[in-house]
């Protein structure tokens, strides 16, 4: 049964922990195009990457921030104006002061609502994009007292691409033109017009053009970044709210044929219904609670690329479509390794199957010299390709998609492919990456590279050095073999004197005679490496038992995975380095280069939680209660951060502070994946 409302509510929040000043609780909502809408739930603009209206546009311009920040005001039956939001909070770049009062703060079928308590007057806020444009709709209506209350709101912009600093652009010239379709703000520069429309009683622009060169972005400040910029506002609108009635800002770069298609409650409706269409084709453990949540923060990364016009006119000549996934909002772009961990939980638990064939199929048009792409950056038509284990990762990706499927005519059409990346693989391919003749293993390495998913670099310093032959890539390199000589047999298909069978039994032999470190009782993480075998205990050793073809021999399973529940699991996911080794970090914090020489030494990944319970359910396979409470963080989490989603990354140590992008997909996934899979070996 699918709940008619499916909520999150957290009455009076408060947006700053008690033990540090940030990171605020943020909202996200998005378009499913790449674009979204983001900010605190106080209103505080902190981040480059916060807007109302952040578009996805063709390349080369990429995601773009078009409408940064509204100034809310209200006046109550002639009395003094009321800023909108918490008292203790300054919501706006031009604020001084606040009176008005936030009691509360829900997600309902996960989209934000604000409602206000102010003198015996109740106001809600609700903030929509429909989904497949770059619309933005702001809707206020009266929940309780007498009207009109005179509703004021101040729009601001400053028109750069959501990754360009603060100040980047701050010269440029802005000019309004009104006409019987709305208002249209253009700029100086190569963007498009922001399109506005008010909606509701009494409603009226009055030309008030003013600017405010210093702006501060905290956020960007404590990640060492240009932090003050500018933003420039044409005016600000009046409208009045009334009982039964509501007052909407509607800003887009569409057409405004598209933007005067759907009235704004039409709007609303259509994407309500939408949602509530999501929860109904989920598997039945995710249709309600916990699981709907992560049903409908799933669905914020699974996107259709607006800048890629080849790729979507090769698509449709073919009849398909085009999918792809976000990998984290709010600055990741699409990543292949991302995507083939995620796609189980984003569109398999999620019952979302055609899609998910598009995202394998679209990935399988760009393999290259046997790899797939690392990522594709933003605003770009082609893809970057420095990745040693995104490829590995698609073998698993499309085993899981075809056991829940069946759909082995996908499989068919791509076994060419993965016979060619084996092929690339064992002979050589770019980057260093080979299996070594003298011992079956897989190797990689580049000078100024990190291929693997340890992959944090500033400038020339590669913080995570693993060239030589990494434990993980392995492990899924066994695996992919397994796969392929089970596809291949299956099919009644020959590996073209690849010897596949005879590739995986080498290596898994040469594995578990390698790997093993007895003195520490775990696998290295590296052999072979720059400085020879690396000791470190990582959570890396986990995919050697994870996976559908284990390579770890079974003995020495209990003894690691007992390792890394002692050492390195979390509440929130695992660490990326064990306490006590002389490059681990505490704290994902400060200037970039800060937070780098972090990221991989100690930080904990949400994401890794999935691998660790596939390993100790194979383990303890009767212990569905201890990896249920495994997930128990999660859900708290759900109510931090980016309130209903799950951060990419946390502190190693409590209280375990999220960092890094407020939602990441593989973290949604990851968790969405293994509550499905524990619920259903609970019924």
Not at 529 to 534: A, C, T
């Amino acid at each position: 049964m699918i709940p008619s409302e499916l909520a999150r509510r957290l009455v009076r929040p408060q947006d700053i922990r008690p033990h540090e000043p940030m990171p605020r609780r943020e909202w996200l909502v998005t378009n499913g195009l790449g674009g979204y809408s983001s900010g605190t739930v106080a209103g505080v603009v902190t981040r480059r990457y916060h807007g109302l209206l952040v578009a996805a546009l063709p390349s080369p311009l990429g995601r773009v921030v078009m409408l940064n920040h509204l100034l809310e005001r209200v006046r109550i039956r002639g009395g003094e104006p009321q800023w909108l939001g918490d008292e203790d909070e300054v919501a706006g770049p031009n604020a001084t002061d606040r009176t008005g009062h936030l009691a509360e703060f829900s997600l309902e079928l996960g989209l934000p609502v604000w409602r206000y308590a102010l003198g015996g007057i109740g106001i809600e806020k609700r903030v929509t994009m429909p989904h497949d444009q770059n619309t933005v709709h702001v809707t206020y209506r009266l929940l309780s007292g007498d009207g009109p209350v005179r509703l004021t709101l101040r729009p601001s912009v400053h028109f750069r691409p959501y990754e360009a600093p603060v100040d980047a652009s701050s010269a440029l010239n802005y000019t309004l033109t009104a006409s019987s379709h709305g208002y249209e703000l253009r700029s100086t520069g190569e963007f498009p017009p922001l399109r506005l429309i008010v909606q509701g009683p009494a409603a009226a622009l009055t030309l008030d053009a003013r600017g405010k060169a210093d702006v501060p972005y905290q956020m960007e400040a404590m990640r060492g970044y240009e932090s003050v910029g500018a933003l420039w506002s044409p005016g600000y609108v009046r409208a009045d709210l009334l009982p039964d009635t509501s007052v909407t800002l509607v800003a887009s770069t569409e057409s405004w044929e598209t933007i005067h298609a759907l009235e704004p409650g039409e709007a609303f409706g259509a994407e309500m219904a939408r949602r509530r269409s999501l929860l109904s084709i989920a598997g039945a453990a995710a249709r309600t609670d916990f699981g709907a949540e992560l049903v409908l923060a799933a669905d914020q990364f699974i996107i259709t690329p607006a800048g890629r016009v080849e790729e979507a006119a090769r698509a449709r000549a073919a009849g398909e479509e085009v999918r792809t996934v976000i990998a984290g909002y709010h600055w990741f772009t699409d990543w292949g390794r991302d995507t083939m961990i995620s796609l189980e939980g984003l569109g398999l638990c999620t019952g979302r199957f055609r899609e998910a064939a598009y995202i394998l199929r679209t990935f399988g048009h760009y393999v290259r010299d046997g790899l797939i792409p690392n990522m594709f950056p933003d605003g770009a038509r082609e893809g970057l390709y420095h990745t040693a284990d995104a490829t590995l990762w698609f073998f698993h990706a499309i085993e899981r998609y075809v056991r829940v499927t069946r759909d082995v005519e996908t499989l068919r059409r791509l076994l060419p492919t993965f016979l060619e990346i084996a092929r690339c693989h064992i002979h050589g391919t770019r980057f260093g990456i080979a299996v070594d003749p003298n011992d079956g293993l897989l190797r990689q390495g580049a000078e100024g590279y990190q291929l693997t998913w340890m992959d944090a670099k500033v400038d020339d310093w590669v913080v995570t050095p693993r060239r030589g032959k990494a434990v993980e890539i392995n492990a899924l390199w066994y695996n992919a073999l397994r796969l392929l000589e089970t596809w291949l047999r299956d099919q009644r298909l020959s590996d073209d004197g690849l010897d596949i069978a005879g590739h995986a039994v080498r290596a898994r032999e040469s594995f578990n005679r390698r790997f093993w470190c007895e003195p520490a009782g775990h696998l290295f993480d590296v052999v072979d490496g720059e400085q020879g075998d690396d000791p470190a205990c990582r959570p890396n050793q986990v995919f050697a038992i994870s996976l559908d073809y284990p390579v770890l021999a079974r003995e020495r399973w209990d003894q690691v995975i007992q390792t890394v529940r002692q050492r390195l699991l979390t509440p929130v996911g695992l660490r990326s380095l064990v306490p006590g080794h002389p490059d681990y970090k505490e704290k994902y914090y400060g200037d970039l280069r800060s937070r780098d020489a972090a990221y991989h030494q100690g930080t904990v990944w949400a994401w890794l939680i999935g691998p660790f319970i596939d390993a100790w359910l194979k383990v303890y396979p009767d212990d569905v209660a201890g990896a249920k409470n495994m997930l128990a963080g999660f859900e708290h989490h759900l109510a931090e951060a980016c309130v209903g989603s799950i951060s990419e990354i946390f502190d190693a140590e409590e209280p375990y502070v999220p960092r890094g992008c407020v939602a990441q997909a593989w973290s949604v996934a990851e968790v969405l994946r293994c509550y499905t899979r524990i619920s259903a070996s609970s019924v």
